[in-house]
Structure formats: structure tokens, C-alpha cells
């Protein structure tokens, strides 16, 4: 059974002004406990994770198409006009469906868990892209620090594509708090330290990922108890971060077996 529907043609209505701050605003999710998902390939992403949305929205001329495979997904069913879209949504080929999904509860720390710490990155596609690489290379948890682009804003949401729903995440965190992971941590670096294919890599771990342009902070690499810089015999002075943090996990995966 599909449902409920509800119309909406209004772009002054209440529901619309908040899903446009969901999809343009970074951190409204953390005023509104809600999270925006957009599109079909992130919407079916999050359905094989296990989520039930609160709310699934449609463009008016994708409906027909969609009630047969997403009817039943969510709660309640909202159907917009078409010429809302394009000003809802936070891509520049707007999407024709999303879900309106709780925000799960905030989590503290996990001791033990295989982790990978994000010092202050900045961009999203980054972020979303590490997270995806941790799920899929067998790490548990995300542990950013305060100054890193918001983990439930809907660019790292879309660039995670379902990540965040196989990890533990915990944001706004000080050096400090990465103390109670009690892990050995991995400090990547562009200079200094064992080469990744050399090294002897812990398992449980946490790999420390640094900020785009200043790399990891002094407060974390006296943290460490290994720098990893990785082989670049081509000779660039160093790789973008979501790169560097494939290479990285994958090594560790790779070593485990």
C-alpha cells in the first residue's frame, strides 16, 4: 500500500522553505534534526542501509514513475511542482526525488574501534569520499575534529553515497578527545615518516587525515605513534587528501589479510 500523498505547489510553504535550507544550508540538519537526501542513487543507497525516511519527496512529473519502486519507502509521500525544483535543490542538475530522514542521536567516541580522524578538512567532496573509503575498507568509525566540513550536510551525504549509515560518527571533536580512542594512530604526511609499503601497520588503527593545505596539525602528530608519507616517484609535492586516505585504508585493509 502506497503512502499518504500530499501536494504541495507553494514555494512560501513551510515544508519548502525548510527542505531549500536542508539542501543549500550546511548545518541547518543540526537546527532541524533532519537530514536531506537527493537523488535516486543516494535514496536507494540509504534503503539498502536499512533506513526508513520520515518523509520521501517527488517532483510532480517524476511521481508517476517512481510510486511503483519508492511508494511504500517512506512515512508519507510529498509531491512538488516541477518548477520548485530547480529552486529546492542543492545541485546544479536538480535531482527529481530525495528522503527527509531523522538525524540519528550524536554518538561519543568508541575506544577500539578502527578509526579514521578527520583534522579540519574542508571539502566536502573530500569528506564524503573518505567516508566511503572507510566503509569500504573495513573501519568503523569517523572522529572529526572541529573545523571539518559537517558529516551530515547534504554535499557529504550525496559524496558518501550511503557511507554514513555503515559508520560511527562523531563530529566537533578537540585533540584531546582523540586521546580515548586508545589506538595506535597514523599520521599521513607529504615529508616525513615510513614509506605506507614499508611500514608495519596495528590493527585496530586510527589514520590521521589533515587539513587540504596544512596537513595535520602539531596537536595530533605528537599524537601519532607512526608519520606514513606514501611513494610518489612521479613527483608531485603531495596527493589530494580523499586519494591519499584510499591508499592509505586500503593498506591497512590489505594487511590484515
Not at 587525515?209 to 607512526?226: D, I, K, N, P, Y
Request: charged share 20%.
Amino acid at each position: 500500500m502506497t503512502a499518504p500523498l500530499i501536494p504541495i505547489r507553494s514555494r512560501d510553504n513551510a515544508f519548502v522553505k525548510d527542505l531549500r535550507r536542508l539542501a543549500q544550508d550546511s548545518t541547518a540538519y543540526r537546527k532541524q534534526g533532519r537530514l536531506w537526501l537527493e537523488g535516486d542513487h543516494l535514496c536507494r543507497a540509504a534503503l539498502e542501509r536499512g533506513q526508513r525516511p520520515a518523509i520521501a519527496v517527488f517532483a510532480e512529473s517524476f511521481w508517476p514513475a517512481a510510486q511503483h519502486e519508492y511508494g511504500q519507502a517512506a512515512i508519507k509521500n510529498i509531491v512538488i511542482d516541477d518548477a520548485l525544483w530547480a529552486d529546492v535543490s542543492g545541485l546544479e542538475s536538480p535531482a527529481r526525488m530525495g528522503f527527509v530522514l531523522e538525524l540519528p542521536p550524536a554518538q561519543a567516541v568508541q575506544p577500539g574501534l578502527a578509526t579514521v580522524v578527520l583534522d579540519r578538512l574542508q571539502d566536502a567532496g573530500n569528506v564524503g569520499s573518505i567516508l566511503r573509503s572507510a566503509s569500504a575498507f573495513g573501519f568503523g568509525q569517523i572522529a572529526a575534529l572541529k573545523g571539518t566540513a559537517a558529516l551530515w550536510s547534504a554535499k557529504v551525504l550525496r559524496a558518501g553515497m550511503g557511507a554514513h549509515f555503515a559508520l560511527r560518527l562523531v563530529e566537533g571533536l578537540e585533540p584531546a578527545d582523540i586521546d580515548t580512542l586508545e589506538l595506535p594512530l597514523l599520521a599521513t604526511s607529504s615529508h616525513q615518516g615510513s614509506y605506507l609499503h614499508q611500514a608495519a601497520l596495528p590493527w585496530p588503527c586510527g589514520w590521521i587525515m589533515g587539513h587540504e593545505g596544512q596537513g595535520v596539525s602539531a596537536a595530533l602528530q605528537e599524537r601519532a605513534t607512526q608519520h606514513i608519507r606514501i611513494v610518489q616517484p612521479g613527483g608531485e609535492e603531495s596527493l589530494n587528501v580523499g586519494a591519499a586516505a584510499a591508499i592509505c585504508l586500503h593498506a591497512s585493509a590489505a594487511a590484515r589479510h
